[in-house]
């Protein structure tokens, strides 16, 4: 049976299973890092060439009439902890909230009357905040590919651009790093 690991960029195949200690191995003047009795096999390495534009999914937004009573029912009565909370306007924040501090993926809890100002079909379902570490390729990358993307956004709370799939639904990708 042969097993794969991902390492960062590098994806490890072996076909015979064995115990590792934290090393090193050198393959193909390739320097890899293998965790403590991690159960991998073999011996072939194989580098990515291209980073994941998308690695995980980062936020999934909910629009709520009261940020606050919003607030305090996932905190108070579904047990999230608030991941954080900024101030964008008068009466109106960034507030996320998830089941832990260890957990990436969050809730934003964002005001359902700006969306209807913004931007009134968005509300008709959660919206997708995907993550990347490296926006600027991750746009360069998605326009070549000819994915259509709207202008990025610098905006104090991050650095994101929205894209749309194949049938026209809005996504966006944010940096996190």
């Known amino acids: 049976m042969i097993f794969n690991v991902s390492i960062g960029f590098i994806l490890i195949q072996h076909p015979f299973s064995y115990q590792m200690n934290w090393n090193s191995i050198k393959r193909n003047e390739k320097l890899v890092w293998l965790k403590l009795n991690d159960k991998i096999t073999g011996s072939k390495v194989i580098t990515k060439k291209e980073f994941s534009m998308i690695n995980k999914i980062g936020k999934v937004t909910v629009y709520v009439k009261d940020q606050e009573l919003a607030k305090d029912f996932w905190i108070n009565k579904v ?46 379902h959660p919206s997708i905040l995907f993550s990347t570490t490296d926006i600027e390729s991750a746009y360069e990358k998605m326009n070549q590919n000819g994915v259509e993307v709207d202008e990025m956004q610098r905006l104090p709370f991050g650095t994101m651009f929205s894209f749309k799939d194949q049938d026209g639904n809005n996504y966006l990708l944010r940096e996190d790093k």
């Open 79 to 124: 047990g999230f902890v608030l991941k954080f909370e900024q101030a964008m306007g008068p009466n109106m924040f960034w507030i996320e909230v998830g089941p832990s501090e260890d957990e990436f993926t969050t809730l934003v809890l964002y005001s359902k009357s700006a969306m209807e100002q913004q931007n009134p079909s968005a509300i008709s």
